[in-house]
């Protein structure tokens, strides 16, 4: 239709054009235009009539080839394989229109976890979550006692190329009481993984979450629920399960903390979602105040995409250890992964390096009541380059207080799973309280 419309107004063009072309003669001399008026007139109309549809065709044929050439290999084979449920911005839960306040009116805040699923197996990150909570002063084995739920369905790889990953999530979820899953009315799932390749969607879960709030690892604002959903840290499955020191913490310790401005390692990605940022990287290092060790080496296929740096960023990779290069930094640069959130958040909180981030619209952990400011220093990704002039600037009086905070922080809401899990479940608690007008307990947070 479109080539249709086209045809017509180009020629349309050329017939007004020919018009003036050929009534432009009547200037000429009285002999030349009687000699070109009844002589060569009809040809000349012929002439260009012909011009117009020869140009025509050649211009629809231009605009074929830019507008309508084949999609790329990977453009055409490529089928999602699966159902793909999203959990799209226009179901706006909130406590008010998702939440059944009716048993936690007493303030006896328990919660239930679903019996485990035959044939249905545990990731350990999974399984070391049921195991907190299950050991948790919150915990009950009646449903009919509880005001929060908990699947024992693994949630939390949503990737599909995982090994972790649950295959016929929906159905597993079907096959659950119906009385007690009540489209996820009360429940909370846990999810570090959303999305894959190529777009590594922050969320597409790969099934209907119901009502259910959604503790995120990597959730973008946009489509994060706020005062419902939750934002947790990405951790390994070797973090601690268990954390029993006490916090004490001494400012002095940090004072012999800047051997290096700043310091990152890790995978910088040769193609793909995350490329863009970790690529620029190197133009930062200068193998003195600012350390920037990447590798091409990622996934099985990084050798098809290699480009000039990989061989020299390889080599700079494996010259220094992660660890100690975190340890002797003021400051670890964090840029996003495949996905917004980065196990290097917490490895940098860990080690008293001051989180310097750059993920465009992450909702950072626990945000509720983390004044992330006093802790990390966030900036757009696009901005990256310039970070080090910035970071010249700060203060020591601020940096100082920055690395006692980072301390402060991990030890008291994620230096093990449990603290990371009962802070989720304590955020939760916290705000039905506040809708159901019970006493607050935010004796438990420091910010």
């Known amino acids: 239709m479109k080539f249709l419309i086209l045809l017509v107004v180009l020629s349309i063009i050329c017939l007004v ?158 096959s659950l009481p119906k009385n007690v899953w009540n489209n996820g009315l009360n429940h909370l799932i846990f999810n570090f993984y959303s999305g894959t390749f190529p777009s590594y969607s922050s969320n597409d879960l790969g099934f209907n979450p119901g009502k259910a709030m959604i503790a995120w690892t990597s959730s973008s604002r946009q489509h994060f629920r706020a005062d419902f959903d939750i934002s947790i840290p990405l951790f390994h499955k070797e973090h601690p399960l268990l954390s029993n020191e006490e916090i004490g913490l001494n400012s002095t310790d940090f004072q012999n903390h800047d051997k290096y401005l700043a310091s990152f390692k890790g995978k910088r990605y040769v193609y793909g979602i995350g490329s863009e940022t970790r690529d620029i990287l190197h133009y930062l290092h200068n193998n003195n105040s600012v350390i920037i060790a990447s590798t091409c080496r990622h996934n099985s296929d990084w050798k098809k995409y290699e480009d000039e740096r990989c061989e020299e960023d390889n080599a700079q990779y494996d010259r220094w250890d992660y660890n100690q290069l975190m340890d002797n930094s003021t400051f670890c640069l964090i840029p996003r992964g495949r996905r917004l959130g980065s196990f290097r958040f917490l490895e940098s909180l860990k080690h008293s390096c001051i989180p310097v981030i750059f993920s465009d619209d992450w909702v950072l952990p626990f945000e509720d009541f983390i004044d992330w400011s006093q802790v990390s220093i966030s900036g757009n990704e696009k901005n990256i380059l310039f970070i080090y002039d910035y970071l010249s600037n700060i203060p020591k009086e601020r940096i100082l207080k920055m690395r006692y905070s980072t301390q402060l922080v991990y030890q008291k809401y994620f230096a093990s799973i449990e603290r990371i899990v009962l802070t989720s479940i304590k955020q939760v608690f916290e705000r039905i309280r506040r809708h159901v007008g019970l006493p607050s307990q935010q004796n438990w947070l420091c910010y």
Do not use: H, M
Not at 43 to 57: A, P, T, V
Not at 72 to 97: G, I, M
Not at 123 to 144: H, M, N, P
């Open 17 to 174: 054009f020919l018009q003036k072309i050929f009534f432009s003669f009547s200037y000429l001399p009285i002999k030349l235009k009687f000699f070109w008026f009844f002589k060569f007139r009809f040809s000349i109309k012929i002439l260009f009539y012909i011009l117009c549809i020869i140009f025509n065709i050649f211009f629809l044929f231009i605009l074929s080839f830019f507008n309508f050439q084949p999609k790329s290999v990977f453009q055409q084979n490529y089928k999602p394989r699966f159902e793909v449920t999203k959990l799209e911005k226009s179901e706006r839960c909130s406590f008010a229109n998702c939440f059944n306040f009716t048993k936690c009116l007493d303030g006896n805040l328990r919660i239930y976890i679903y019996p485990d699923l035959p044939n249905s197996p545990q990731s350990k990150i999974y399984s070391d979550i049921l195991t907190v909570l299950r050991r948790s002063v919150y915990f009950t084995e009646d449903a009919s006692e509880a005001c929060l739920f908990i699947l024992s369905v693994d949630t939390v790889d949503r990737d599909r190329i995982s090994e972790d990953y649950v295959k016929d999530l929906n159905s597993l979820i079907s």
